[in-house]
């Protein structure tokens, strides 16, 4: 979703993507003749994960998401930008730790599908990458709130409030509290509470709504993976049964 998402922007040509290319001195006629190829290939990589998902593909994806996040403060934006897209590289990373990164190159090219049989040290390493994702989507999109981001604002105003820079400020508040219970105690029903808030909100930016929305899938994702990864019945959370054997002459 995130990795289609974003390349339907490229296929578009988002105009605004014309800031990020000229960090490379990459002028805007360029941009807008590189957009659609570069769209076109985080497509062909979303769908190739998709349906055959490789070592090789899923670091791709982490570079590529951390690339194209860390532009953001780079062309003059708040650098809330490049943490509000956890979710971006941060799925495809939990993804890689589930599986072993081979020495051999052409091991790489061969489809992973994670087994059932996960230790318990890489259960806690899963958990604690899902909760720093989720911690920093949702800090970032706090902080975006608190600095009055133009969009959200939109959103809002959408929305039929008035007093848009309070709103802006209480959401980010509670985005910024929901984000520190996250990081050192998440729970189950809390992680719903966020889950279903990211799904909404993300439906009421004023442009291309379907695309963000596609776009943000990551951050749908890290939230229900540290759901099911907090369940009793995980090997995590599975408490230790100890069996006593009382002899007696």
């Given at each position: 979703?995130?990795?289609?998402?974003?390349?339907?922007?490229?296929?578009i040509t988002k105009g605004i993507w014309c800031n990020y290319f000229a960090i490379f001195?990459?002028?805007?006629?360029?941009?807008?003749?590189?957009?659609?190829?570069?769209?076109?290939?985080?497509?062909?990589?979303?769908?190739?994960?998709?349906?055959?998902?490789?070592?090789?593909?899923?670091?791709?994806?982490?570079?590529?998401?951390?690339?194209?996040?860390?532009?953001?403060?780079?062309?003059?934006?708040?650098?809330?930008?490049?943490?509000?897209?956890?979710?971006?590289?941060?799925?495809?990373?939990?993804?890689?730790?589930?599986?072993?990164?081979?020495?051999?190159?052409?091991?790489?090219?061969?489809?992973?599908?994670?087994?059932?049989?996960?230790?318990?040290?890489?259960?806690?390493?899963?958990?604690?990458?899902?909760?720093?994702?989720?911690?920093?989507?949702?800090?970032?999109?706090?902080?975006?709130?608190?600095?009055?981001?133009?969009?959200?604002?939109?959103?809002?105003?959408?929305?039929?409030?008035?007093?848009?820079?309070?709103?802006?400020?209480?959401?980010?508040?509670?985005?910024?509290?929901?984000?520190?219970?996250?990081?050192?105690?998440?729970?189950?029903?809390?992680?719903?509470?966020?889950?279903?808030?990211?799904?909404?909100s993300e439906l009421f930016y004023p442009h291309f709504r379907l695309f963000e929305w596609?776009?943000?899938?990551?951050?749908?994702?890290?939230?229900?993976?540290?759901?099911?990864i907090m369940m009793p019945n995980t090997p995590f959370n599975k408490k230790k049964e100890?069996?006593?054997?009382?002899?007696?002459?």
């Amino acid at each position: 979703m995130c990795f289609i998402g974003h390349g339907a922007f490229g296929i578009i040509t988002k105009g605004i993507w014309c800031n990020y290319f000229a960090i490379f001195g990459i002028s805007h006629q360029l941009a807008y003749q590189l957009m659609p190829i570069l769209g076109s290939l985080d497509i062909l990589m979303g769908i190739s994960l998709l349906f055959y998902p490789t070592k090789i593909v899923i670091i791709w994806l982490v570079v590529w998401g951390l690339i194209t996040a860390a532009l953001r403060p780079l062309s003059g934006e708040p650098f809330a930008e490049f943490i509000e897209r956890a979710g971006n590289y941060g799925a495809p990373m939990t993804l890689l730790i589930l599986n072993i990164p081979s020495k051999r190159i052409w091991l790489r090219l061969r489809p992973v599908y994670s087994s059932y049989n996960i230790s318990e040290r890489r259960l806690k390493q899963i958990r604690l990458c899902l909760q720093f994702i989720v911690f920093l989507l949702l800090a970032g999109h706090g902080w975006l709130n608190i600095i009055g981001k133009r969009s959200l604002l939109d959103q809002y105003v959408s929305l039929g409030f008035h007093d848009v820079n309070l709103v802006a400020k209480v959401v980010g508040v509670i985005e910024l509290v929901m984000a520190v219970f996250t990081m050192i105690t998440p729970v189950k029903s809390l992680l719903l509470i966020v889950l279903f808030w990211k799904i909404c909100s993300e439906l009421f930016y004023p442009h291309f709504r379907l695309f963000e929305w596609i776009e943000r899938g990551g951050s749908y994702g890290v939230i229900l993976a540290l759901f099911f990864i907090m369940m009793p019945n995980t090997p995590f959370n599975k408490k230790k049964e100890y069996k006593i054997r009382i002899v007696t002459d």
